[in-house]
Structure formats: C-alpha cells, structure tokens
C-alpha cells in the first residue's frame, strides 16, 4: 500500500505526518475520529446496505454523528484499534472478493485531485477571500467549504478547500474513484 500518498495528502492538508507519537490538539483528533468512523459508516450503510442502531436510532448517513473529545489519547489503545480496523478491512476484501490493495491505491490518486493545481499562481500561499475562491480556473466548491487556502507541496501551488471541521472537500467538478476493471 502506498502510504507516500497518503503523506502527500496530509500535507496539502496542512496536517504533517508524524514519525512518532505526537497526541497532537482536541481538533485533530476529533477529526481523526470522524474521517475513520465516517468511511466505515459509509462502508456498512452504502457497501453492505446496512443500518446500525444506537440506543433506538439508525444511523442513515456516514456524517450524522458529532464527536466530543473527552479523555487524553492512549496510544496502546489507538494502535489496536488501527490494526482491528486494517484487519477488518483485509477480512472484508477476502470474504467478499474485493481487490482493496488495487483500490486502495486508485483513492489515492483520486483523493489527491481534490487539490486544483495552480500553475501559473502568482499570488502567494495563504487563505483567499471568498470572490478568489475561483482560482482564475472557475472553481466551484460546495456549499459545506467555509475556506479555501492556497498550498504548496514540491514548489507548486494547489488549491484546497475544508469544511468548519477542518476536514478537505472536493470541488465541484472532482469526479469520484472509479473502480472500472477491477469490479
């Protein structure tokens, strides 16, 4: 798996890999929780076509859920849940015949078109105002985008767009991952 895009991607993000422990802020792990849990929700509700119930309320939507931080991190515990998570994920591929290692590596790709290369940007790296959030490439971003910051990863300047939660959205012309001659 090519965990080089995935560092690729976090710092387009503005959110640096670690190469050890590093707690980091209440933000961060909060959004920790909710990318995590959401692709699993999306995975049961959409992939398998499965509600879950908690105390008498399905859970119809990957995003429903609020997340509140309430205890320090426990980094036993969250490398346990991680290698559950992967080994549930590896269980899923072979029990249902999924190619998720040749899948896995096309979201990467796809994940990182969610940044609109700016190539010929001459107006330096920072967070634009909403009238510039089009880049001078007529980018449109959904309405849960409340900034658009400009980046810059191996020299070249990308736009990215994130969400109140600090979580990166896709424009709107982003085309979803497709799995065509895999499935």
Same mark, same amino acid.
């Given at each position: 798996?090519?965990?080089? #895009?995935?560092?690729?991607?976090?710092?387009?993000a503005?959110?640096s890999?670690?190469?050890?422990?590093?707690a980091?802020? +209440?933000?961060t792990?909060?959004? @920790?929780?909710?990318?995590?849990l959401?692709?699993?929700?999306?995975?049961v509700?959409?992939?398998?076509?499965?509600?879950? /119930?908690?105390? @008498?309320v %399905?859970?119809?939507?990957? *995003?429903?859920?609020?997340?509140?931080a309430?205890?320090?991190?426990?980094q036993? &515990?969250m490398? *346990?849940g =991680?290698?559950?998570?992967?080994?549930?994920?590896?269980?899923?591929?072979?029990?249902? @015949?999924?190619? =998720? /290692?040749?899948g896995?590596?096309?979201?990467?790709?796809?994940?990182l &078109?969610?940044?609109?290369? =700016?190539?010929?940007?001459a107006?330096?790296?920072s &967070?634009? #105002?909403?009238?510039?959030?089009?880049?001078h490439k007529?980018v449109a971003?959904?309405?849960e985008?409340?900034r658009v +910051?400009?980046?810059?990863?191996?020299g070249?300047?990308?736009?990215?767009? #994130? *969400?109140a %939660?600090?979580?990166?959205r896709?424009?709107?012309?982003?085309?979803?991952?497709?799995f065509?001659?895999?499935?």
């Open positions: 798996m090519n965990k080089n #895009k995935v560092a690729q991607f976090l710092a387009l503005g959110q890999a670690r190469a050890s422990f590093d980091r802020d +209440e933000h792990r909060k959004l @920790g929780a909710q990318l995590l959401s692709e699993v929700l999306e995975f509700i959409k992939g398998l076509g499965v509600e879950p /119930e908690i105390a @008498g %399905r859970i119809q939507q990957a *995003d429903e859920l609020n997340y509140h309430v205890n320090a991190p426990d036993s &515990e490398l *346990d =991680l290698c559950d998570v992967a080994y549930t994920m590896f269980w899923n591929s072979l029990a249902f @015949g999924l190619p =998720l /290692e040749a896995f590596d096309r979201v990467c790709d796809n994940n &078109e969610k940044f609109v290369a =700016l190539d010929s940007w107006n330096g790296l &967070e634009l #105002k909403s009238d510039e959030w089009h880049c007529n971003w959904p309405p985008v409340t +910051e400009v980046v810059s990863f191996a070249k300047p990308y736009a990215v767009g #994130k *969400d %939660r600090g979580k990166v896709k424009p709107l012309h982003f085309k979803p991952v497709s065509e001659g895999l499935l």
